[in-house]
C-alpha cells in the first residue's frame, strides 16, 4: 500500500469524521435482504422515508425473496409509496428477487460466496442496478471490501482538491482502495461518516467554519459560498 500524502490524509481525514460523528452503525437492518431491500427503495430519497417504506413491507410480511417475486406489482408499490418513484422501484425490486431466485435459489448467502467481482458484474446486469447500489450490497449486505462513491463523497473530496471534477466513479472508488486498507469494517464506517458530514457540513452550501474538516481545505480556509 503507498505511504502517499493522499494515503495520509484519507486516514486523516477518517479519524477526524470518526472522532466527531462517532460510529454511524450502518446498515440499520434485521437481514441482508432487508439491507438490499434498502439499497433499492433508498435511490433519490431520504432514509426516514424507506424505514417507512420498509416497515410496511415487514408488517405485510413482503420482506422474502419469494413474496416479492409472486405479489403484483402494483400491490408491491402501494407497500412502498413512501420510498418515492414506487412504480420504479417496485419494478426492481421485482427484478433483484427474481434473479436472486433465479441464480441463487432465493439465498442470499449462497449468492455471497462467489467471487466478488464476478458477482458485482452479475448485480450490475440487473435493470436498474448501478455502481453505488451494486457496491452498497456488497459491502453492507454482503461485508465485502469495496468502497461506495456516492454524491457525498465526490462533492467532499473535490472540494478537498483529493480529486478532479468529472472523475469516474471507478476512478474515485480507486482512490480509496488503493490508498486504504481494504477492511470491510473500514469501508463502512468512513463511507457512513462521508454521508453523516455532506448532510451536515458538506451541503451544497458548505458550512466549513463548524466542520470537523475543515483543518484539510486546500488553502485553510472556508469555502465561501458562491454567488
Ligand atoms: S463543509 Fe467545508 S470543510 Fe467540511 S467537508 Fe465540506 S468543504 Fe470540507
Known amino acids: 500500500m503507498p505511504q502517499t500524502a493522499t494515503r495520509r490524509r484519507l486516514i486523516s ?36 422515508n424507506v424505514e417507512k417504506a420498509i416497515a410496511a413491507l415487514r408488517d405485510a410480511r ?8 409472486t405479489i403484483p406489482q402494483e400491490q408491491l408499490a402501494r407497500h412502498i409509496r413512501p420510498a418515492g418513484y414506487y412504480n420504479m422501484k417496485a419494478v426492481r425490486l421485482k427484478h433483484f428477487t427474481h434473479f436472486l431466485l ?17 458477482l458485482r458484474e452479475e448485480l450490475l446486469g440487473i435493470s436498474g442496478i448501478g455502481e453505488e447500489t451494486a457496491d452498497s450490497i456488497l459491502l453492507y449486505a454482503g461485508n465485502q471490501p469495496i468502497f461506495v462513491v ?9 472540494r478537498h482538491e483529493l ?7 471507478g ?28 448532510k451536515t457540513y458538506c451541503r451544497s452550501t458548505p458550512n466549513c467554519k463548524d466542520c470537523p474538516l475543515q483543518y484539510d481545505l486546500p488553502n485553510g480556509s472556508p469555502l465561501l459560498p458562491r454567488p
Request: hydrophobic share 45%; charged share 20%.
Open 163 to 169: 480529486i478532479a471534477a468529472k472523475m469516474s466513479y
Open 13 to 48: 481525514l477518517y479519524r477526524h469524521l470518526f472522532q466527531f460523528f462517532g460510529p454511524q452503525h450502518w446498515w440499520p437492518a434485521r437481514s441482508p435482504f432487508e439491507v438490499i431491500v434498502g439499497t433499492i427503495l433508498t435511490q433519490n430519497t431520504a432514509w426516514t
Open 62 to 69: 413482503l420482506l422474502h425473496p419469494a413474496a416479492i417475486d
Open 102 to 118: 433465479t441464480r441463487y435459489g432465493g439465498s442470499v448467502r449462497r449468492m455471497f460466496r462467489g467471487k466478488q467481482l464476478e
Open 171 to 198: 476512478e474515485i472508488q480507486r482512490l480509496f482502495m488503493t490508498h486504504l486498507p481494504t477492511d470491510p469494517a473500514l469501508f463502512n464506517e468512513y463511507h457512513a461518516l462521508l454521508v453523516a458530514v455532506g
Open 150 to 158: 456516492d454524491a457525498y463523497t465526490r462533492r467532499v473530496l473535490e
